[in-house]
């Protein structure tokens, strides 16, 4: 028998591996701030005892949490109906004791010295990390973050606002039948992240937020998303690569030479109503080997301006290359209100100049090739596609096969 004292409860649990239910040391599911602490301690404590086979089960009910670290080895098992709901206090996810910042955003994104704050729900270092359940929910309760996305992210302190989910350095991380909702920035990000697999996975934020996006792998290996729906209003998709901190001054100093590749990256059965799938527009560590397959990226109604979109950067020798797309359905490829209101849509765009000056005299630059497109149909789009590169650059080895994009302003332009 093993005694396991959490703040005031204390239980007497046998050994199992059906896990904690985290309501028998005194978690309180009625939204209350109050308890906000006490919940996150019961859950951390959860997950890291052998008694609960590192297991802490959410059961019906609104449970404020702060934000919690995820240990190796742990399950998170959300029940029919169990939300964790994050604190609306900025000061609630600075960097407190070990748990570092998030990565920046990459050289484009971002300025010296600004960061993002660590997530609501997060892994650093960590190996076997699974979250799952029947469809629970954990909301990052975003409004707080929103006030001024009509201008861009809301910031504090020079400081980007938190994700939803982040796995930092992990190996081995499943996911499946979880609702991920109201990120107050971005919404699962896995960077540097190995053996990743997901299904049954929903990311949800209103369109109007502008700023958040959903599934957002960064110089990983071996990436799969199954059976998932995104409606969020940017990227519901984007693919990245880049440097990794510099392991002497830490965030938000990165060092080049650890430019890290994204590899071995499925998508499949997703559902897309969002801005777009992206590859970019951090890629500075080569994207290779992605496959998007059997899926739908918009709806009847114009929720997407692009459908699959390569954002990469004049002067960065990096590429991007063997891209697959296949049996794809395409909804009404339009402009839209929250977000893209006066542009021309396009069904695909690639593009090797993304927000950046002119080429400099003999710098190697990026390259896209061996992009290929089959059994790719769209209900309508102003135009079917861009190219979009520079005389010192090529895209090369972009192969259709049954592509059928209904044009209503044009073709392609290049």
Same mark, same amino acid.
């Not at 019961?42 to 995820?70: D, Q, R």
């Not at 059976?227 to 100093?253: C, E, N, Q, R, T």
């Not at 769209?378 to 520079?390: L, Q, T």
């Given at each position: 028998?093993?005694?396991?004292?959490?703040?005031?409860?204390?239980?007497?649990?046998?050994?199992?591996?059906?896990?904690?239910?985290?309501?028998?040391?005194?978690?309180?599911?009625?939204?209350?701030?109050?308890?906000?602490?006490?919940?996150?301690?019961?859950?951390?404590?959860?997950?890291?005892?052998?008694?609960?086979?590192?297991?802490?089960?959410?059961?019906?009910?609104?449970?404020?949490?702060?934000?919690?670290?995820?240990?190796?080895?742990?399950?998170?098992?959300?029940?029919?109906?169990?939300?964790?709901?994050?604190?609306?206090?900025?000061?609630?996810?600075?960097?407190?004791?070990?748990?570092?910042?998030?990565?920046?955003?990459?050289?484009?994104?971002?300025?010296?010295?600004?960061?993002?704050?660590?997530?609501?729900?997060?892994?650093?270092?960590?190996?076997?990390?699974?979250?799952?359940?029947?469809?629970?929910?954990?909301?990052?309760?975003?409004?707080?973050?929103?006030?001024?996305?009509?201008?861009?992210?809301?910031?504090?302190?020079?400081?980007?606002?938190?994700?939803?989910?982040?796995?930092?350095?992990?190996?081995?991380?499943?996911?499946?039948?979880?609702?991920?909702?109201?990120?107050?920035?971005?919404?699962?990000?896995?960077?540097?992240?190995?053996?990743?697999?997901?299904?049954?996975?929903?990311?949800?934020?209103?369109?109007?937020?502008?700023?958040?996006?959903?599934?957002?792998?960064?110089?990983?290996?071996?990436?799969?998303?199954?059976?998932?729906?995104?409606?969020?209003?940017?990227?519901?998709?984007?693919?990245?690569?880049?440097?990794?901190?510099?392991?002497?001054?830490?965030?938000?100093?990165?060092?080049?030479?650890?430019?890290?590749?994204?590899?071995?990256?499925?998508?499949?059965?997703?559902?897309?109503?969002?801005?777009?799938?992206? $590859?970019?527009?951090?890629? =500075?560590? *080569? &994207?290779?080997?992605? %496959?998007?397959?059997? /899926?739908? !990226?918009?709806?009847?109604?114009?929720?997407?301006?692009?459908?699959?979109?390569?954002?990469?950067?004049?002067?960065?020798?990096?590429?991007?290359?063997?891209?697959?797309?296949?049996?794809?359905?395409?909804?009404?490829?339009?402009?839209?209100?929250?977000?893209?209101?006066?542009?021309?849509?396009?069904?695909?765009?690639?593009?090797?100049?993304?927000?950046?000056?002119?080429?400099?005299?003999?710098?190697?630059?990026?390259?896209?090739?061996?992009?290929?497109?089959?059994?790719?149909?769209?209900?309508?789009?102003?135009?079917?596609?861009?190219?979009?590169?520079?005389?010192?650059?090529? $895209?090369?080895?972009?192969? =259709?096969? *049954? &592509?059928?994009?209904? %044009?209503?302003?044009? /073709?392609? !332009?290049?």
């Amino acid at each position: 028998v093993v005694v396991v004292a959490v703040v005031a409860a204390v239980a007497v649990l046998l050994p199992t591996s059906s896990g904690c239910d985290i309501t028998t040391f005194g978690a309180k599911g009625d939204n209350s701030t109050t308890h906000a602490a006490t919940n996150t301690k019961i859950i951390t404590n959860c997950l890291s005892n052998p008694a609960c086979g590192f297991k802490a089960v959410v059961p019906a009910g609104l449970f404020k949490i702060l934000p919690i670290i995820l240990p190796s080895h742990s399950q998170l098992f959300l029940e029919e109906n169990a939300v964790l709901i994050g604190s609306e206090q900025w000061t609630d996810y600075d960097s407190v004791g070990t748990v570092p910042f998030l990565p920046p955003l990459g050289s484009s994104g971002t300025q010296p010295g600004r960061q993002q704050f660590r997530p609501l729900v997060g892994a650093y270092n960590a190996v076997n990390i699974t979250i799952t359940g029947r469809n629970g929910t954990i909301d990052g309760n975003g409004y707080w973050a929103w006030k001024n996305y009509s201008n861009g992210p809301q910031l504090y302190n020079n400081t980007w606002p938190p994700h939803l989910f982040t796995c930092y350095h992990c190996n081995e991380t499943l996911f499946t039948n979880v609702t991920f909702r109201n990120p107050p920035y971005w919404g699962v990000q896995h960077f540097y992240a190995w053996n990743t697999f997901m299904s049954d996975i929903t990311i949800l934020a209103p369109r109007w937020t502008k700023e958040i996006a959903g599934f957002m792998p960064f110089s990983v290996v071996n990436y799969t998303v199954l059976d998932s729906y995104v409606h969020v209003g940017d990227d519901a998709v984007a693919i990245m690569s880049g440097p990794d901190f510099d392991p002497k001054l830490g965030p938000p100093h990165v060092n080049w030479d650890t430019n890290a590749p994204t590899r071995d990256v499925l998508f499949r059965r997703l559902y897309v109503r969002g801005r777009s799938v992206a $590859i970019g527009s951090e890629d =500075f560590g *080569n &994207v290779t080997d992605v %496959t998007f397959e059997d /899926s739908t !990226i918009g709806d009847d109604f114009g929720s997407c301006p692009w459908a699959f979109k390569i954002k990469m950067h004049t002067n960065v020798p990096s590429h991007i290359s063997n891209i697959l797309l296949r049996n794809i359905t395409l909804g009404k490829i339009s402009n839209n209100s929250w977000q893209d209101p006066t542009i021309t849509a396009a069904a695909f765009l690639f593009g090797l100049s993304y927000g950046d000056g002119p080429p400099l005299p003999n710098h190697p630059q990026p390259r896209i090739y061996n992009i290929t497109l089959q059994n790719v149909h769209a209900f309508s789009s102003d135009i079917a596609g861009a190219f979009i590169g520079n005389n010192e650059s090529n $895209i090369t080895g972009i192969h =259709f096969d *049954n &592509v059928y994009i209904p %044009t209503t302003k044009g /073709s392609w !332009i290049t």
